[in-house]
């Protein structure tokens, strides 16, 4: 395997025309260092988060021993304390890659992508936490189900809103009144990718316990990333720091779910304390 030295998105194949590889290639995979990233958000060390990064893949092919293609719906989990994340356009690429490369079965295939990613988030260390790849079968497409964000919808809220870049000066919470435990969603999350500036459409879910945040405050502050640039992970951690540092919650969780491109979905989900993963379940614009 020839997994490429992390360097920045700009040198990646992102943004620009890239030849189609039908050919195996785990090399294709470019890992990009999250610690940069995290620094600018003040973050040193251990996060104060845990959490993991739900992939899905739509196009995901390969050829059986007589030649026959072959396809699925790969689930893939890499978890948040990984090194490295892998910039999308690349892993679009791999796994284009597998589509004239002959597999013994969906076991193969699902344990090569397992270890070429887990290596790809690990670059330079050993892997202390393997990605979680699961394939999902033609027969059983018909079982997987659309759901929205469970929560109660601020989309709802009839207001003005006048910032366009991450404004945490919006988020407030009443600190001296009885704690509550909410989850609170919206539709209404977009950014912007970082290289190519096309837009990235998405839904979040914000469940705490804690002092009662604004609603008002927290809906205009989710709109306020509509010209950010950055991907979809420096978004929801900004949004966790951000939330977690104005409102002063006792728990707290922040779970994106953002639009594929490119035959790609990437769903976020941060948490102030471990427990079970959110469901991995699309919603209807995915």
């Known amino acids: 395997m020839n997994t490429p030295a992390p360097a920045s998105p700009e040198g990646s194949a992102l943004g620009k025309a890239a030849a189609y590889v039908d050919q195996y290639d785990a090399g294709l995979l470019y890992p ?12 040193v060390g251990q996060p104060r988060f845990f959490g993991a990064n739900w992939w899905t893949a739509y196009e995901l092919s390969w050829l059986n021993a007589r030649g026959k293609p072959q396809l699925a719906i790969a689930h893939i989990l890499v978890p948040c ?19 004239g490369t002959v597999f013994a079965d969906a076991a193969a295939v699902r344990a090569r992508i397992e270890a ?5 988030v690990w670059t330079g260390e050993a892997v202390r936490a393997r990605v979680a790849v699961r394939l999902i079968a033609p027969e059983d497409f018909d079982r997987e189900p659309i759901h929205e964000m469970d929560g109660l919808s601020l989309d709802r809220l009839d207001l003005e809103c006048t910032h366009s ?5 919006l988020l407030s919470a009443a600190l001296h009144e009885q704690p509550v435990e909410e989850t609170l969603t919206s539709r209404l999350l977009k950014s912007n990718c970082p290289v190519t500036g096309q837009p990235d459409w998405g839904s979040v879910q914000i469940r705490y316990a804690g002092p009662q945040i604004d609603q008002a405050g927290l809906l ?5 990333f509509r010209r950010h640039n950055d991907f ?3 978004c929801v951690e900004r949004m966790f720091m951000d939330i977690w540092q ?20 990437i769903n976020p989900w941060r948490t102030s304390h471990p427990g079970a993963l959110p469901p991995n379940i699309r919603t209807a614009r995915q």
């Open 32 to 43: 990009i260092a999250r610690a940069p990233q995290r620094e600018r958000l003040g973050i």
């Open 165 to 169: 870049e991450p404004a945490p000066e």
């Open 246 to 265: 104005r409102c002063q919650p006792t728990q707290l969780t922040v779970y994106a779910r953002y639009t594929r491109r490119g035959g790609l979905d």
């Open 232 to 234: 979809h992970e420096h």
């Open 116 to 120: 070429d990613v887990s290596a790809a």
């Open 81 to 99: 304390e990984s090194t490295h994340i892998v910039e999308s356009k690349s892993f679009k690429l791999y796994l284009n890659s597998f589509s």
């Open 220 to 224: 205009r502050y989710i709109v306020s």
